[in-house]
């Protein structure tokens, strides 16, 4: 685990120029402190926690954050990058049922995956621009990709029609729905079944 040292650099901006590379790594320390958190379903984790984690000492963590909220502004930013790093290539052309497939199964081990850290940052989402603005660019990403991957049916569409479509799509590939089925009772099995028949069912002739 890499850890800070209590003799870290301070954060803000000196009046010679920007934070000090030292301090930027001990931010992202914490931050990935707090994601480990996160991830290992803490939906709440407090400075003391992440500290520990981290290996510092909690005002360590007021000295490089005004407060949590500041901190999860950057966790945030930190699982944004992660997503995005995670996620595969998709085909953009070919047999629809293969790219039905590749979808449904990038989007269920996505989905899966960012289920703890998801849940933590709902609670957080109303208070936070910072996150809000987040969520916004990762649903916007999500409705892209899934227009790339069924852009020929889209296109075969008159305007309103595909609008309509592309949103059903992207609703039945997102992570509320997956999350839906998942406290339903649904296993990462069925769940990814029934997203897949739901997709299908949408993009049937």
């Known amino acids: 685990m890499t850890t800070v040292s209590d003799g870290a650099a ?3 901006p000196s009046p010679a120029g920007p934070r000090s590379a030292r301090a930027e790594r001990s931010r992202a320390v914490i931050a990935e402190a707090a994601l480990e958190l996160l991830r290992e379903g803490d939906t709440r984790p407090t400075a003391a926690r992440v500290a520990e984690r981290a290996g510092i000492s909690e005002r360590l963590i007021y000295h490089h954050f005004d407060d949590l909220e500041a901190l999860f502004e950057v966790v945030a930013e930190h699982q944004v990058r992660a997503v995005r790093d995670r996620q595969p290539p998709l085909p953009a052309g070919g047999p629809l049922d293969a790219r039905i497939r590749a979808v449904v199964a990038a989007r269920a081990d996505m989905n899966e995956w960012i289920t703890p850290v998801r849940r933590a940052s ?20 999500s409705r892209a990709q899934v227009g790339e991957v069924f852009a020929p049916e889209l296109a075969a569409l008159p305007a309103e029609e595909a609008d309509d479509l592309l949103a059903a799509l992207d609703l039945a590939l997102s992570w509320p729905g997956w999350e839906a089925l998942r406290t339903r009772g649904c296993s990462i099995a069925q769940a990814t079944r029934v997203v897949d028949r739901t997709v299908r069912a949408l993009l049937r002739p």
Request: glycine share 14%; hydrophobic share 45%.
């Open 10 to 12: 301070p954060t803000g």
């Open 122 to 141: 709902v609670a957080r989402e109303p208070g936070s621009a910072a996150l809000s603005a987040n969520r916004a660019a990762l649903n916007a990403g």
